[in-house]
């Protein structure tokens, strides 16, 4: 009988070892299987983290190395392509020519986009064009350009004229054209001004939408790296010499054109807010022409004025006039040693009131024009210069003829 229930006992006991077995069997059959699939997931996500950075690598390796003709595809992630492809809803005027390493679109259109409508709001636009590159030395042949700002209510009534200037010197200007917002007509594709027009806003003359205007046009105008100096001119401006004399007079100067003085009559310090205090002082306080010439440099910086455009905008109101002020201040606080503190723009306030003379057709003779050519001595460069304004207005339409007849014998235009 002791036989029989030992023979029974091993029985169930071999029994049961073998339902454990099956059971261990199975789990370690269905451990093996998650394992397995947990690495075959975990190798695929490593695959495509390698093969996304290796590609990012690329990208960015062709980007600070110009020698490479040809860029990867940017990936769906990176910054840069975000970068890149944005540049394309800006624009540029005609471009020096580029050298083989900058001919691929994207490095193109960083440099010099091709179109200047664009859909940015003015924060977004400052904040594109104040950024600068460390790197001094520029990956493509960089010739200087000097960017013509019009300022303008619509058409440009002495637009034949300077059609003459701007000829033949193609590669070395850019022009922008702030209009009203209602007007939409546009030049002949044939002309220097034909979609120069950049996106526009309402402006009321000693608002601060002036001053915002040409924050503008300079935002706008910094977008084409090549742009070098910045002119702010009127629909009503003429210039006074011919390109080549106007360009090399700008380009090798050490100095910017801000016509910046300390006012203390009513119409200068009397117009200072003392709620502008502590950020801008009476001493800090200047008055200046609206229409000035700055260096690239000094552009970036007006554009990228964060601490006094917004005490200016708030306790600058009539009789306070912000262009007038704003700006000769504010170079007066941030960068007075590169300011020659004279315009290069000429007019004539001999007859008084609020606004300078505007000529008519009778006007207009050689010794007129040479009166504002020559009229006076000025420093340049530390020396002395018998040129000192590059420009001129108020210029009535009926002035085009007798200044297209004058011109080619006068300012070296061709006729």
Not at 7 to 25: D, M, N, Y
Not at 325 to 337: D, G, I, M, Q, S
Not at 378 to 397: M, V, W
């Amino acid at each position: 009988m002791k036989h029989c229930r030992i023979a029974l006992f091993v029985k169930e006991l071999s029994v049961r070892i073998r339902k454990e077995l099956i059971r261990e069997g199975r789990f370690q059959i269905t451990a093996t299987i998650i394992l397995c699939l947990s690495m075959t997931f975990f190798v695929a996500i490593l695959g495509i983290f390698i093969n996304d950075h290796v590609r990012k690598f690329i990208v960015l390796e062709e980007f600070y190395l110009p020698e490479h003709t040809k860029f990867s595809p940017l990936s769906l992630w990176s910054p840069y392509s975000q970068f890149l492809c944005n540049t394309s809803l800006f624009s540029s005027p005609t471009s020096p020519p580029l050298n083989s390493s900058t001919s691929n679109g994207a490095l193109r259109d960083l440099i010099a986009p091709k179109e200047l409508w664009h859909s940015m709001r003015d924060k977004e636009l400052m904040w594109r064009a104040s950024m600068v590159p460390y790197l001094v030395d520029y990956p493509f042949d960089r010739t200087p350009k000097v960017a013509f700002m019009f300022l303008s209510r619509g058409r440009l009534p002495l637009a034949s004229f300077w059609e003459k200037f701007f000829k033949g010197h193609v590669g070395l200007y850019s022009i922008y054209l702030h209009t009203s917002p209602e007007y939409h007509t546009e030049m002949p594709e044939s002309s220097v001004f034909y979609k120069r027009r950049i996106p526009s806003k309402p402006v009321d003359w000693g608002k601060a939408t002036m001053v915002d205007a040409e924050r503008r046009l300079l935002a706008n105008a910094l977008l084409d790296f090549s742009n070098e100096r910045f002119v702010l001119l009127s629909e009503t401006c003429i210039p006074l010499f011919n390109f080549t004399t106007i360009y090399n007079y700008l380009i090798n100067s050490n100095h910017s054109f801000v016509s910046s003085f300390d006012d203390p009559r009513h119409i200068g310090r009397g117009r200072y807010n003392k709620q502008m205090w502590p950020t801008v002082t009476l001493p800090d306080w200047r008055k200046g022409s609206q229409w000035f010439e700055v260096h690239r440099n000094l552009a970036v910086e007006i554009v990228s004025d964060a601490t006094y455009y917004p005490i200016f905008k708030e306790h600058c109101r009539p009789p306070c006039y912000m262009d007038e002020h704003y700006l000769a201040t504010l170079v007066n606080k941030l960068r007075p040693e590169i300011n020659s503190n004279r315009s290069i723009t000429w007019v004539d306030w001999s007859r008084g009131g609020s606004h300078p003379t505007k000529f008519v057709r009778k006007d207009v003779t050689e010794a007129f024009l040479n009166q504002a050519r020559y009229g006076l001595n000025c420093s340049y460069n530390r020396g002395l210069s018998s040129i000192c304004f590059l420009f001129a207005r108020k210029f009535h339409p009926s002035t085009l003829e007798p200044l297209l007849r004058i011109a080619p014998s006068l300012l070296g235009f061709d006729p």
